[in-house]
């Protein structure tokens, strides 16, 4: 294959790989792409060093000898140029001060009932809960990632010089090379670890305790940036959701439907404020929600009323008021 049809394709797969639509067989198509020579990996590797630019100024030295030089193509170049033309359209935004980049924030969502796998540009993934969203921003010293509703589990590629942060409602959750889960609801934000250490802060903007986790434990923090207790949990059900299975443990009622609605068909209220801070624990399987609601009536003063578009959970009225 010519040299520019090859970086054509990197550069094709390059800009693919950061669309908000792309789809799973988009990606698996990518990947395929990357593993089926080294010359498609360096291809794509050197599109990337392009886009990103340089960390930092360089300092004048000698010039290396030709034999050790390091060599990007004129094709490179000419489909870099290409890539910054078509950003600058979309976004107007992207520009390079002093060797360092202004990021351009690409954006990640999921419909009701969908669950979502996203290939990021450095090799980590990110697996999308149903409703949920990310905001991703890659400069040349950080990696960043904002979780703005909902849950994901990161898988994150090893690159100390670049740590990757997940930053949800006020906190943040760094790892340089492991595999998490980040949830956010009503009662805060929940960092769950099920490979390596994750540092979890619960402000971004101001000097504050941090906890580490390793893996088979989880903290939650709050919106009043107050962090909780690290609580052990089994690592293999970090992102149980992934398989359709929803678990919680001692959670109210409340955030307990939040989550269930992201996943459910029919919309699903609570008209009791007392029912939402009732305490539950449990397992439930995103095909079996109704029948899991349905069964709640049997285990507690709850009633379930349905209609087309609703499930209400209401209290069940006691036999004096009948």
Same mark, same amino acid.
């Given at each position: 294959?010519?040299?520019?049809?090859?970086?054509?394709?990197?550069?094709?797969?390059?800009?693919?790989?950061?669309?908000?639509?792309?789809?799973?067989?988009?990606?698996?198509?990518?990947?395929?792409?990357?593993?089926?020579?080294?010359?498609?990996?360096?291809?794509?590797?050197?599109?990337?060093?392009?886009?990103?630019?340089?960390?930092?100024?360089?300092?004048?030295?000698?010039?290396?000898?030709?034999?050790?030089?390091?060599?990007?193509?004129?094709?490179?170049?000419?489909?870099?140029?290409?890539?910054?033309?078509?950003?600058?359209?979309?976004?107007?935004?992207?520009?390079?001060?002093?060797?360092?980049?202004?990021?351009?924030?690409?954006?990640?969502?999921?419909?009701?009932?969908?669950?979502?796998?996203?290939?990021?540009?450095?090799?980590?993934?990110?697996? @999308? %809960? =149903?409703?949920?969203?990310?905001?991703? !921003?890659?400069?040349?010293?950080? $990696? /960043?990632? +904002? &979780?703005?509703?909902?849950?994901?589990?990161?898988?994150?590629?090893?690159?100390?010089?670049?740590?990757?942060?997940?930053?949800?409602?006020?906190?943040?959750?760094?790892?340089?090379?492991?595999?998490?889960?980040?949830?956010?609801?009503?009662?805060?934000?929940?960092?769950?670890?099920?490979?390596?250490?994750?540092?979890?802060?619960?402000?971004?903007?101001?000097?504050?305790?941090?906890?580490?986790?390793?893996?088979?434990?989880?903290?939650?923090?709050?919106?009043?940036?107050? @962090? %909780? =207790?690290?609580?052990?949990?089994?690592? !293999?059900?970090?992102?149980?959701? $992934? /398989?359709? +299975? &929803?678990?919680?443990?001692?959670?109210?009622?409340?955030?307990?439907?939040?989550?269930?609605?992201?996943?459910?068909?029919?919309?699903?209220?609570?008209?009791?404020?007392?029912?939402?801070?009732?305490?539950?624990?449990?397992?439930?399987?995103?095909?079996?929600?109704?029948?899991?609601?349905?069964?709640?009536?049997?285990?507690?003063?709850?009633?379930?009323?349905?209609?087309?578009?609703?499930?209400?959970?209401?209290?069940?009225?006691?036999?004096?008021?009948?």
């Amino acid at each position: 294959m010519k040299a520019d049809d090859l970086h054509e394709q990197a550069a094709h797969w390059f800009l693919r790989l950061r669309e908000a639509d792309i789809d799973a067989d988009d990606i698996e198509a990518a990947l395929a792409w990357l593993a089926e020579s080294p010359e498609h990996q360096a291809a794509y590797d050197a599109v990337e060093r392009v886009w990103a630019g340089p960390a930092e100024p360089s300092p004048i030295r000698e010039p290396e000898p030709a034999a050790t030089r390091r060599f990007i193509p004129a094709s490179v170049w000419r489909v870099a140029a290409a890539i910054l033309v078509l950003v600058g359209l979309a976004t107007g935004a992207r520009f390079f001060s002093r060797g360092e980049e202004t990021p351009v924030p690409v954006r990640y969502a999921s419909v009701v009932g969908e669950t979502r796998s996203i290939a990021l540009a450095d090799g980590s993934t990110v697996t @999308l %809960g =149903a409703a949920s969203a990310i905001s991703v !921003e890659y400069a040349a010293r950080v $990696r /960043r990632v +904002v &979780l703005t509703d909902g849950e994901a589990l990161f898988s994150v590629a090893k690159n100390p010089a670049r740590p990757f942060i997940v930053e949800a409602a006020g906190g943040s959750a760094q790892a340089l090379g492991t595999v998490f889960n980040v949830h956010r609801g009503p009662e805060g934000v929940t960092v769950a670890v099920a490979e390596g250490v994750v540092q979890v802060k619960a402000t971004t903007d101001t000097p504050a305790p941090a906890v580490r986790l390793p893996a088979g434990t989880e903290v939650t923090y709050t919106a009043q940036a107050e @962090l %909780g =207790a690290v609580r052990n949990v089994r690592a !293999e059900r970090v992102g149980g959701w $992934r /398989r359709g +299975v &929803l678990s919680f443990i001692d959670r109210p009622l409340g955030a307990v439907v939040a989550d269930l609605n992201r996943y459910s068909t029919r919309l699903i209220a609570i008209d009791d404020e007392s029912l939402k801070q009732m305490r539950v624990s449990g397992s439930v399987t995103t095909a079996g929600i109704e029948e899991w609601l349905r069964a709640l009536q049997g285990t507690a003063a709850i009633e379930l009323r349905e209609s087309d578009r609703a499930l209400t959970l209401r209290k069940s009225p006691s036999p004096s008021s009948r």
